[in-house]
């Protein structure tokens, strides 16, 4: 550990991390200063191109982002709540969803989630999750249907793909729509398949921290489903189909060219970045000990799922104390998220108090370690050496 504390001008414990050699939770003017100077080339050329919403680079993206998911559509968005809330929108229109139905939601996830739910007038039933993997236990799942329940959105939580064969199961022997929320997980697998393929329909965000990050806000729908599709695109479009015709009650949600031209030069390198990520995740796993860190759960043996490892997190009952002790080495690590759902100010006004207390035990004790493509291999070993001798 010597030579990472020279790295960092660090004498043993009693120095703090120079500014300049902070280690910042993210780095996002690292992470897209790797994709120059083309990044800048495709912004100059969409500039040029006097086309700024609904041309080329969208619908490009839109085909590319298709095809790499294995989805026969994509429609390109503002960003994922509005995905979220447009597929939502979409299902009512079908008449599959209608005002009061609910929607299992996984308790402890980005109050987006929840929101789309809320905002469609639909009622979301949160399922406790399970301490090591942060996803809803499976057993959770039978016990909260009811003959109201017509939705799930499985939520792929920090990059680890949800994805069960026994609960998609029972949400089609009970004719329950299994939405993905793939804010978190964009590339992951399981089996063949990644995730926004897996289910009758997905919302993707690409905000710029996500593993596929826009320049500004952006999202998308995949699905198979061509009348799904059709209506998402219309609802995102106004509610109008066809040019000043409007046959849906829509929004004005577009993806627009910069952030479609940002997205297809970083597509290429997605997969590539995500083994990285997942590279320094099984470091963390396999060199962090302590006995006051709850380690998340590793990859199954059966290799049957590929997590993409959106975040690390970890759990600690001195949660506080950790953040003081990394923050006075010059590491920053971050709270996904401080406050459940279910307990936030909003949701209390319009829903029934519920204890949930897995989910608030996860939201008291989380606490994201750095992990980007961006971080150099001493950095790592630098923040995993600080954190053992805590
Ligand atoms: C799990 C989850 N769902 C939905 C969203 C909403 O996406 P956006 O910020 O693009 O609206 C996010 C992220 O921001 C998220 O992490």
């Known amino acids: 550990m010597q030579d990472a504390c020279l790295i960092y001008g660090l004498n043993a414990y009693n120095h703090l991390m120079p500014a300049k050699n902070y280690i910042h939770f993210l780095d996002l003017k690292a992470i897209n ?24 680079q969208t619908d490009g993206f839109e085909k590319e982002f298709a095809a790499y998911i294995g989805t026969k559509y994509c429609i390109g968005l503002g960003n994922g709540t509005n995905a979220l809330e447009v597929i939502l929108q979409g299902y009512i229109e079908m ?8 929607v299992l939601v996984p308790a402890n996830t980005f109050f987006a989630t929840f929101l789309a739910v809320i905002n469609r007038g639909l009622v979301p039933v949160p399922l ?6 942060f996803l809803p236990k499976t057993r959770t799942l039978a016990p909260a249907i009811s003959p109201k329940t017509k939705a799930m959105i499985m939520v792929h939580l920090y990059g680890r793909n949800a994805y069960q064969e026994q609960i998609h199961n029972l949400l089609k022997a009970n004719d329950i729509l299994l939405i993905e929320d793939n804010a978190q997980a964009v590339g992951s697998r399981y089996l063949e398949k990644r995730s926004g393929s897996l289910g009758d329909a997905a919302a993707h965000s690409f905000y710029p921290s996500k593993n596929l990050g826009a320049m500004g806000g952006a999202g ?3 699905t198979d489903n061509e009348e799904l599709a059709s209506i998402c695109r219309s609802l995102a479009n106004y509610g109008s189909p066809t040019r000043y015709w409007y046959h849906h009650i829509g929004t004005n949600s577009k993806m627009d060219e910069i952030q479609a031209a940002v997205l297809r030069v970083k597509l290429p390198f997605l997969d590539e970045d995500n083994a990285k990520r997942n590279d320094m995740a099984m470091r963390y796993l396999s060199e962090i000990r302590h006995p006051e860190i709850r380690m998340p759960m590793p990859p199954e043996a059966s290799q049957a799922f590929h997590h993409t490892w959106h975040l690390f997190t970890i759990l600690s009952s001195k949660r506080q104390a950790l953040i003081q002790y990394l923050d006075k080495f010059g590491i920053e690590a971050a709270i996904h998220y401080p406050v459940p759902p279910h307990q936030q100010p909003v949701y209390q006004k319009s829903f029934p108090k519920k204890s949930l207390p897995l989910s608030e035990r996860i939201h008291h004790e989380t606490l994201s370690l750095p992990l980007h493509p961006a971080l150099k291999e001493e950095e790592l070993s630098y923040i995993i050496e600080q954190l053992n001798r805590w």
């Open 95 to 102: 008449g599959l969803l209608k005002n009061g139905d609910e």
């Open 33 to 56: 200063r790797r994709f120059e100077p083309l990044l800048s080339q495709t912004i100059q050329e969409v500039v040029q191109s006097g086309r700024y919403l609904n041309g080329e």
């Open 220 to 222: 998308a729908i995949t």
């Open 128 to 133: 406790e999750p399970c301490l090591s993997t």
